[in-house]
């Protein structure tokens, strides 16, 4: 069987838990895209949804 070595490249590159908006590293990152779609930490979620400009 074949592996689609480009495909587990772009898996890895979205589970690298770096906020989009902060930048910082954070588990919380992996889990909130799985929650909302989003690559957000904790603290930029909370944020975005206080503020949602």
Known sequence: M???TD???II???L???CEECKK???SVTEN???TGYKLCKS???SKTLFPI
């Open 2 to 4: 074949i592996e689609d």
């Open 7 to 9: 495909e587990n490249k």
């Open 12 to 14: 890895e590159k979205e």
């Open 16 to 18: 690298d838990d770096i």
């Open 25 to 27: 590293t954070d588990e």
């Open 33 to 35: 895209l799985m929650l």
């Open 44 to 46: 930029c979620r909370t």
